[in-house]
């Protein structure tokens, strides 16, 4: 999957080393199947009327974010997530999931991303369907503004996790799930004995086509110039694998097929000549970009734009905490996303248990009268 989430504007996306080989047009990825289903729509939330001030604010709605809030309603911290407007993160765009734990027969993105928002709400979670607009962490409480609204809140859990490139190509678009991914971990037990390409030169291509060789019959690598921009370990294992067959100086410029992939139209980019070639599968692997420019005045990012963490969940900041891909861009599961989740939502619990505590330490040893504040 692991968690690009639709539905937040403005937010920034970098690519990494390595990994540009396309436009900068964003979407999510997620394990899919070769069916794609009705998208379900997410499960009512609680009313918005109840204030905008939070104990714990969470911006995402992914299975970080959702996972955040479901700890943090257990334990009576009153959640507020800002779900974007186009709520629910990159399983919204999946059908079967297969690789999460408890669904030995699989279940519907959609089905999995509903439960995990109605469980939330059924704690008591507030659940606003809006798109974080300006974020400012200067003092506490922290404010979000999101949907010309601003929210206050005593901690934060950022989840608004990363989001793939793809090649920006229509008939791309309408097959992706059905043929088409960005996940080879994802979705590689799918194209068993099935012939496949990855488009890219960097080392996420690389990897995607080695851990295709499990299950494809052959890899075609398709890289648009004449050398890859992996490492020169991952070069050589790719080029030395008998699976994989490399294209250079190639170009995707149409995926072929109705109901699901069936070729690929390819351009030579010296010549500008094209031609079909009858294909089963299509993994894009030219980078991913985290969602994360609205924090980018407030937050440390990496050379490839994800925020750092320091330590555990922490941010930079005290009471600032993040979860899932917007840190993560080693694993992208639902699984670990949903673990650092949980991890954020008790670390947040702690975080503002240690300030409770303080706080009234520094009341009882103050004068009668007097002021306390520990912001």
């Known amino acids: 999957m692991d968690e690009q989430q639709p539905g937040f504007k403005g937010l920034n996306m970098i690519d990494g080393p390595g990994d540009a080989e396309a436009t900068t047009t964003m979407a999510p990825i997620a394990p899919m199947a070769m069916e ?26 992914g299975p970080a974010g959702l996972t955040a809030a479901i700890y943090a309603a257990r334990a009576d911290l009153e959640p507020v997530v800002i779900a974007g407007f186009i709520p629910g993160g990159q399983l919204m765009i999946t059908s079967d999931v297969e690789n999460y734990p408890g669904f030995p027969d699989g279940i519907q993105g959609p089905e999995l991303m509903a439960a995990m928002r109605a469980q939330a709400v059924r704690f008591g979670t507030r659940i606003h369907d ?49 043929g088409v991914s960005a996940c080879a971990t994802c979705d590689g037990f799918f194209f068993r ?7 890219g030169g960097g080392d996420s291509a690389l990897e995607e086509a080695l851990f295709l060789t499990k299950f494809a019959s052959e890899v075609v690598l398709i890289h ?18 008998p699976k994989i067959s490399i294209q250079w100086n190639s170009q995707v410029v149409d ?34 970009k985290p969602n994360t420019d609205v924090f980018k005045d407030w ?23 993040l979860a899932g891909d917007v840190h993560d861009h080693r694993y992208r599961q639902a699984v670990t ?35 306390v504040s520990v912001a």
């Open 337 to 371: 996303a949903a673990g650092d989740g949980c991890k954020a939502a008790i670390d947040a619990e702690r975080w503002l248990e240690a300030q409770a505590a303080e706080a009234g330490e520094q009341a009882a040893a103050a004068p009668a009268g007097e002021a």
């Open 299 to 321: 937050l440390e990012t990496d050379k490839k734009g994800y925020l750092v963490v320091t330590d555990h969940t922490l941010s930079g900041i005290e009471g600032v905490f």
């Open 193 to 199: 004995d099935k012939k496949v390409a990855v488009v």
């Open 130 to 178: 809006l798109d974080i607009e300006s974020v400012d962490f200067s003092s506490r409480p922290f404010k979000v503004t999101a949907g010309g609204t601003t929210f206050t809140a005593d901690a934060v859990i950022v989840a608004t996790g990363a989001s793939a490139i793809w090649l920006e190509l229509e008939n791309e678009t309408r097959l992706r799930g059905r």
């Open 36 to 61: 794609q289903p009705e998208a379900a729509p997410p499960t009512t939330s609680a009313s918005s009327d109840s204030g905008t001030h939070a104990r714990v604010l969470i911006i995402g709605s």
């Open 224 to 241: 648009r110039r004449d050398e890859f921009r992996g490492s020169r370990i991952m070069r050589r294992r790719a080029e030395k694998h």
């Open 255 to 288: 995926v072929l097929g109705q109901e699901k992939i069936e070729g690929l139209r390819i351009k030579d980019t010296q010549t500008g000549v094209e031609r079909e070639e009858p294909m089963e599968g299509l993994f894009v692997a030219i980078g991913h």
